[in-house]
Structure formats: C-alpha cells, structure tokens
C-alpha cells in the first residue's frame, strides 16, 4: 500500500508517517517503481503498534525501546507512567477546584477572582497562622463560596483556624449544611466531627436538623455527642436516648444534663426523660459514680415527681448515692422556699398598694 492509502486505513497523517520513518519505527519494506514508499501488511501492523502505545502515553523514544528490545520490561515503565498520571489528574483535580470556587463566588470583576485566588492560597498554607489570617481578613460583604468553606472546615486541623472558619462560613449565606454533609458521611471520624461542630453552630440552617439526626448512631461517641446536644437545645426529643448515655459515660456529663433539662421543660418529654434516668439508676450494672451523675442530672428536670424520685433514693443502699440525693432534696426544697416568699412578698405589697388606695 502507498502512503496515502496507508494514511486513509490507520488514520496516521502521511506527514507523521514520514516522521515515523526518519525516526526509525515504521520504515516501508518497499519502494514502488516510481520511488515511492511502499507499505507491506506487518508494516501497517507496526503502525497500529506505535499509535496504541503513544495511546497509554509512551514518548516515541520509548514506543521505539519497546518495539526493538525484546528483554525491555513494560512494567517499571507502565508504572511510572500511572504514577506520572495520577500526579497530572492530582494537578487538575486542583485546578478544577479553584475554577469552580471562583466561579461559585460569582465575580463581578477579575479582584474578585484574585481575592478568591489569594484566599485559596492562603488556606493551603503550611503555617496555621497565615491560614487563620487568610479567613479573618476577608473584606466585610465579600462573598466567598460556602463550599470552599465548608471543604476548608472539613480538611483543618488547628482549632485556632477551623474556629474562624466555621466563623466565616456561619456568615457565608451559601448552603454550608449540603457542603458539610458528605464530611458526616466520611470514614474518618476526625472529618465527621469537624463536621458535625460546624453543622451544630448554625442548627437553624435549612437541613441542619436532619443532618444532625442522621448520626445520632454514629459509632464515634463525639460525633453523635455533639449531634444530640444540638438537636436537643433545639428541642428536638430524639436526642434524649443520646444525651443519657453521655450522662451514663461521663461524657459532657453536666452539658447534656443541663439539655436534658431544657427538653424537660415540655411536660410530656419530662415524664420520658425521668423514666429514663430513673430505668438507668435502677440498672444493676450501674456503679457508684454513674448512679451519682443519674441523680444530678434529674435535679435539672422540670418534672413534678423528681422529688419523689430523690425521697425514694435518699434510702439508697448505696450512702453516697443517699447522701447526693438529701442534698438535692434540701436545695430543692430552699428554692421552692425562697419562690414562695417572693410570692408572698409580691402578695403582701399588692395588698399593702389596694389597702392604701382604698
């Protein structure tokens, strides 16, 4: 076959042929009588063999290596080659990222884009100093991409600057719940607890509550810890399962004590809240410490029958259980005291202001 026939069948230019040939790849077996290249059938074979290998990214020095070294190994070659790839997919991956942050932010201008730039250099920097520094110098009013937030939050270490970036993404205006809720998903814990401490400081914010809810199981106590303490200040009861066992472990004890008394204040989810406590003081298992800490919490309730509860404990075969209990019942028993004085008090000059206008 000529060249040009050649060319027509491989889809090779009859210029990259020619190139092939001075290079020593593909040489034609043949000249016409006319003088011109004449390609055999193992000719075009070797043609199709030099474009698959330029396919997986092979220079044609190596395809030529390849092709004439029957000892040359493909695999230490084909392995630098992926890593080189993944290198060049990394590099674009990046680069993709910041087009879409830029693009995110809406830019009015090319200083638009070159804040959004700088801001994520800065985030990128090895220093917690100059990160922290690139968050709280944003301009008043400039936007910035809720995602680039939100991814920045989820990857941070420090909590110097994932504070303030929580901060600023708080005050972004964007969707950060959506942003953060694939780091709720994520295997590593360190990521679902950056965040879940991001999603819980802005629990008013549209699919904060379900994202929340949604790790109330979560294996790692943290995680679900700070997820029920922000679900229940929200008063959402299905925390409460949650907040008991931290009271149980001893894990932010005295905050999830204090939640589970602001939940109590709904009278319906007080009853469920002393049954619980009251089910867990009852439990065998339970020892000194945790019946101690059961006991506390129930003094934040706003339910009727916690004294009852505490009269019934002060008999406890366990004395410093007992002991806890009458101490609670005697500071009880002062603040209903001193309310009742107030209320007497109040009475007494309502009734002292009508006798002297009588």
């Keep these: 076959m000529l060249i040009g026939e050649v060319a027509r ?20 077996t043949g ?52 890593r080189r790839t993944e290198e060049r997919l990394e590099r674009e991956r990046e680069l993709l990222g910041l087009l879409r942050a830029v693009d995110a932010s809406a830019p009015a201008g090319w ?4 804040r959004i730039v700088a801001l994520m250099q800065g985030l990128d920097s090895a220093s917690a100093a100059r990160r922290q520094q690139a968050v709280l110098a944003r301009p008043e009013g400039a936007p910035v991409p809720a995602e680039l937030l939100a991814g920045a939050v989820l990857s941070e270490s420090d909590p110097h600057v994932a504070g303030a970036l929580r901060w600023a993404l708080a005050r972004s205006g964007g969707d950060a719940v959506a942003s953060l809720a694939a780091g709720l998903r994520s295997a590593d814990a360190d990521v679902r607890r950056r965040a879940v401490l991001a999603i819980a400081e802005t ?23 700070r997820a029920a303490l ?88 366990d004395r410093a259980v007992a002991l806890v209990a009458s101490a609670f019942l005697t500071i009880l028993a002062e603040r209903s005291g001193e309310h009742q004085d107030q209320d007497e008090d109040e009475d007494d000059g309502t009734r002292g202001k009508g006798d002297g206008t009588s």
């Design 230 to 317: 922000a679900l229940g200040r929200c008063g959402e009861t299905t925390a409460v399962p949650v907040l008991v066992g931290m009271v149980v472990e001893g894990d932010h004890d005295v905050e999830a004590a204090e939640t589970l008394g602001l939940l109590s204040r709904d009278p319906e989810c007080a009853d469920r809240v002393l049954t619980v406590l009251a089910d867990r003081l009852a439990s065998p298992t339970a020892d000194s410490a945790t019946r101690i800490r059961l006991t506390q919490a129930l003094v934040e309730l706003s339910a009727t029958s916690v004294r009852e509860v505490l009269r019934r404990l002060t008999h406890d075969d």
């Design 203 to 225: 629990p008013e914010a549209p699919g904060a509550i379900a994202a929340l809810a949604e790790v109330l199981g979560d294996p790692d106590p943290t995680v679900r810890g």
């Design 9 to 28: 069948r491989s889809g090779v230019s009859p210029r990259m042929l020619r190139h092939y040939e001075a290079l020593g790849l593909v040489r034609p």
């Design 31 to 82: 000249r016409t009588a006319g003088g011109y290249r004449e390609y055999s059938a193992e000719d075009v074979r070797r043609i199709f063999h030099v474009e698959s290998l330029r396919s997986l990214g092979l220079s044609l020095k190596q395809i030529g290596r390849a092709l004439e070294d029957p000892g040359f190994s493909p695999s230490a070659l084909v392995g630098d080659l992926v």
């Design 111 to 114: 200083p638009d884009v070159l």
